[in-house]
């Protein structure tokens, strides 16, 4: 059983985290894999930017006609990482979390409602009359730096940690921050910031973030 043997020093500490290859599987890869598309194989960890990787795979669910429907019927059959409920709790009863992914509510919920529904921010679909993805929608432009200079502006100091290049204005814009269990080439690009690889090594790098 995951614990943190830390105590907060102070009030004033914020986690915020990515979702997909954190807490939970990397949701499209398993669309690919049940689907047997490959190209939807492809994640933020292959492609930077984010709206080139959402468009590409729009047309590729168009290509093929897979429904909303035809990925929560994938999503359902997904469970947590081994040890993301016990760590999550252990976070939330040392400290804050927010989870602060690209992923939409659409695929979360299930998984979220097995993670006990911590706080969650994400986007959201547009789905038309067919149950086809039309489009989606984004809070505002680089949204993860913004959740993390929103917690700035109320005074608290953020902790982050994310494995993709969408994540890495969070870290950026973050007192401080490290990587979990990322690709070779997040690591190559992104030198400076330590890694994680397990919950255990997880929780030494936060409690000596503190």
Do not use: C
């Given at each position: 059983m995951i614990t943190l043997a830390f105590k907060l020093k102070d009030d004033m500490h914020i986690i915020c985290s990515d979702?997909?290859?954190?807490?939970?599987?990397?949701?499209?890869?398993?669309?690919?894999?049940k689907t047997g598309i490959?190209?939807?194989?492809?994640?933020?960890?292959?492609?930077?930017?984010?709206?080139?990787l959402m468009t590409y795979?729009?047309?590729?669910?168009?290509?093929?006609?897979?429904?909303?429907?035809?990925?929560?019927?994938?999503?359902?059959?997904?469970?947590p990482l081994d040890g993301a409920l016990e760590m999550i709790k252990s976070l939330q009863?040392?400290?804050?979390?927010?989870?602060?992914?690209?992923?939409?509510l659409?695929?979360?919920?299930?998984?979220?409602?097995q993670l006990d529904y911590p706080t969650l921010f994400c986007h959201s679909l547009e789905v038309?009359?067919?149950?086809?993805?039309?489009?989606?929608?984004?809070?505002?432009?680089?949204?993860?730096?913004?959740?993390?200079?929103?917690?700035?502006?109320?005074?608290?100091?953020?902790?982050?940690f994310g494995d993709s290049y969408n994540d890495m204005s969070m870290l950026e814009q973050a007192e401080k921050a490290f990587l979990y269990r990322?690709?070779?080439?997040v690591i190559d690009?992104?030198?400076?910031y330590p890694i994680a690889t397990n919950y255990d090594e997880m929780k030494v790098l936060i409690e000596s973030m503190y």
């Open positions: 979702l997909e290859g954190v807490w939970i599987p990397e949701i499209w890869v398993n669309v690919a894999q490959d190209e939807l194989k492809l994640t933020t960890r292959d492609i930077k930017d984010y709206d080139e795979r729009l047309k590729i669910l168009k290509q093929h006609k897979i429904t909303l429907g035809d990925i929560q019927d994938v999503i359902a059959t997904l469970k009863a040392q400290s804050r979390l927010i989870i602060v992914s690209d992923t939409f659409e695929f979360a919920q299930p998984l979220m409602k038309d009359d067919k149950d086809m993805i039309v489009g989606y929608k984004i809070r505002q432009p680089d949204p993860k730096r913004q959740v993390v200079k929103a917690l700035q502006s109320l005074k608290y100091e953020v902790i982050a990322p690709p070779q080439v690009d992104y030198p400076q």
